[in-house]
């Protein structure tokens, strides 16, 4: 499951911005209901990936920080308020100022009638500009998801370069699941240090069995255990390293079968426990909240046959 985090993620962010860039609207309300909707219907189909959830959070924070952003922009600094407070009546003021106090005094009716033509020109200017703003808006919008979707792809290359940081030479890995994130960082320690890996197989899919090979054939020392033997391989190992589904509010990981055993075995022999993820598998959601579906629901069939047992 966790090999395919990544693409989930990139995935789920390319399709939130072609939905936007689709949209012949581009103010903040239309876009953050756009993503709101179709962020419950993602969520919806696949409850277990909350790595949908966080990027649908994640834009919807996008579009309305680019909101604020494009509303300050206009607005006068500290030093112009405190400037402009300053002038009293009998005084002359800036153009705003006097704008300000024409809006606030209540309108006659023969000044109604009289500037009908000019305040029909006001209007149209003000829907332009208006206009204007919100395409505004959804250009810094999407070029924002752009580079939300680059530090997505490119998130494993940055975990990957503090690989030297924690693995030393001549020192035992221990891991389990299936994640590239994982590949990736131990791929670059490999370049300058020289260790050993011991993969759990991973019951009941056998993920360890894949992962196994895949660090074989990069020419790592590769040894396969079985997930009974962790307790017992504990107290030669160095290190553990894994990867994450997702990091909860708690600080709680959620992550292949197994993975609670490996913690509880490495914090009993005092062994440390790496968990490489990236900023986006962050959700804020705990682990109680009941939204949070923690395990996958499918039928046995995938691991038994039931004809094996009804004959």
Known sequence: MNCTIGKVYGLTAELLRTAIS????????????????????????????????????????????????????????????????DYTDGQDSSADVLATRRLLQAPSLHRLLDRA?????????????????????????????????????????QIAERALEFIHHNEVILTLGQSKTVVEFLCTAKKKRSFRVYVAEGVPKYQGHCFAKDLSAEGFKTTLITDSAVFAMISRVNMVVVGAHTVMANGGIIGPVGLNMLALAAKQHGVPFVVVAATHKLCPLYPENPVVRLNELKSPSDLLQFGEFSE
């Open 22 to 85: 689709q949209l012949r609207a581009a103010e903040a309300h239309v876009l953050v209901e756009t993503v709101r909707k179709l962020g419950k219907e993602l969520i919806a189909a696949n409850p277990v990936e909350l790595s949908v959830g966080n990027t649908v959070r994640r834009v919807l924070r996008i579009i309305r920080d680019e909101d604020v952003s494009g509303v300050t922009d206009g607005l006068p600094s500290d030093g112009d308020n405190k400037e402009t407070a």
């Open 117 to 157: 033509p000019m305040d029909d020109m006001e209007g149209k200017r003000k829907a332009a500009d208006r206009n204007a703003k919100a395409w505004r808006l959804k250009r810094s919008v999407m070029e924002t998801i752009n580079e939300l979707v680059e530090e997505i792809s490119s998130c494993r290359q």
